[in-house]
Nanobody
């Protein structure tokens, strides 16, 4: 059974940082394309950052230069380092893994940026 479990969310002040992690079981992350999405209240889910199996990364314009996506030291982890957070980054953040026509989602972790 495949599971993606996100962690690291929380409440942070504007300008602060958080590091989200996604740990997978049941699949080998190394060959999967991975991504973080987020969904703010009343808005559609949007892509935040993605990394291919060959470690090519892309970022949404809104987070470019502030967020960094990387594969973890352990084989089945991926991290999203989020710096200089803004109130508009408030959302539930989801981990996504795609391989061919198959994809999996985690249940999400809440990020609230507020003073």
């Amino acid at each position: 059974q495949v599971q993606l479990v996100e962690s690291g969310g929380g409440l942070v002040q504007p300008g602060g940082s958080l590091r989200l992690s996604c740990v997978a079981s049941g699949i080998n992350f190394g060959i999967w394309n991975l991504a973080w999405y987020r969904q703010a209240p009343g808005k559609q889910r949007e892509s935040v950052a993605a990394i291919t199996a060959k470690n090519f990364t892309t970022y949404a314009d809104s987070v470019k230069g502030r967020f960094t996506l990387s594969r973890g030291g352990a084989a089945n982890t991926v991290h999203l380092q989020m710096d200089r957070l803004k109130p508009e980054d408030t959302a539930i953040y989801f981990c996504n893994a795609v391989y061919g026509m198959t994809d999996y989602w985690g249940r999400g972790t809440q990020v609230i940026v507020s003073s």
